[in-house]
C-alpha cells in the first residue's frame, strides 16, 4: 500500500519569497509521483509529474519539485511567489505496477501575503 | 477545449435523504472517475469507469452509494440515504484512457459540494 504524507498544513509566506512544500512517501513499490493545485472553488490542476528520467522536474507557473529516491520525498518549490499563488497544493503517487489510482496527501494551504 | 463539467456545484440535504450528482468528462476521454473529498482532507477514490466498466471500485460504499455510466460518456454518482459523514466535495475527473500504459493526466471539474444535515 502507498500514502502520502504533507507535513506542513499550512505555509505563510510575503509575496516574493521563496517557497518549499514538504511532501513525503512510503511506497513497497516504485511509484510515480504529481503535484496538484486547487484554487478556491475550482477543481484540482496538474502542477508537475515525475514519472521517470531526471529527477528535477519543472511545472506550470513556476514551480519545481525534485524527487529524492532515498528520502522518499518529492518536494515543490518555487523561487518567488506571487499573491496568485495562494491555494491549497496536493502532493499524489500513483504505484507503477500498472495501477492508476491517484492516493492523495492531506494537502498544504499556501497563504501568500503582499 | 471545454473542462469537466459537473452540477449541480452545491447541494444541501437532511440525513436520510437521497442525492444524484452529475459529471460530464472531456470529450474523447475514456476513463473517468469519482472523487470524495472530505474537509481537511485529501481526495480519495470512490469509483473508476473505463468507457462503460467499472475498473475499480473498492472504496465505494456499496451499501449507500451508487454510480453508473451508462453510454461511456457521462455518468451519475448516487447516495441514498445519506449520513451527516457524507458532507464532503465531490470531484469528478477523466482522462484520455488510463489502460493505455502511460499515465495519463486526470482532469478534474470545480466539485459538487454536499452538506448533510
Known amino acids: 500500500a502507498q500514502s502520502v504524507t504533507q507535513l506542513d498544513s499550512q505555509v505563510p509566506v510575503f509575496e516574493e519569497a521563496p517557497v518549499e512544500l514538504r511532501c513525503n512517501y512510503s511506497s513497497s513499490v516504485s511509484v510515480y509521483l504529481f503535484w496538484y493545485v486547487q484554487y478556491p472553488n475550482q477543481g484540482l490542476q496538474l502542477l508537475l509529474k515525475y514519472l521517470s528520467g531526471s529527477t528535477l522536474v519543472k511545472g506550470i507557473n513556476g514551480f519545481e519539485a525534485e524527487f529524492n529516491k532515498s528520502q522518499t520525498s518529492f518536494h515543490l518549490r518555487k523561487p518567488s511567489v506571487h499573491i496568485s499563488d495562494t491555494a491549497e497544493y496536493f502532493c499524489a503517487v500513483t504505484p507503477s505496477d500498472g495501477t492508476d489510482k491517484l492516493i492523495f496527501g492531506t494537502g498544504t494551504r499556501l497563504q501568500v501575503f503582499p | 477545449e471545454a473542462g469537466v463539467a459537473q452540477s449541480p456545484r452545491y447541494k444541501i440535504i437532511e440525513k436520510r435523504q437521497s442525492v444524484a450528482f452529475w459529471c460530464n468528462p472531456i470529450?474523447?476521454?475514456?476513463?473517468l472517475y469519482w472523487y470524495q473529498q472530505i474537509l481537511g482532507q485529501g481526495p480519495k477514490l470512490l469509483i473508476q469507469f473505463q468507457n462503460n466498466g467499472v475498473v475499480d471500485d473498492s472504496q465505494l460504499p456499496k451499501d449507500r452509494f451508487s454510480a453508473e455510466r451508462l453510454k461511456g460518456v457521462d455518468s451519475t454518482l448516487k447516495i441514498q440515504p445519506a449520513k451527516l459523514e457524507d458532507s464532503a466535495v465531490y470531484l469528478c475527473a477523466s482522462s484520455l484512457d488510463a489502460l493505455m500504459g502511460v499515465r495519463e493526466t486526470q482532469y478534474f471539474g470545480p466539485g459538487t459540494r454536499l452538506l448533510v444535515l
Open positions: 470529450s474523447g476521454h475514456a476513463t
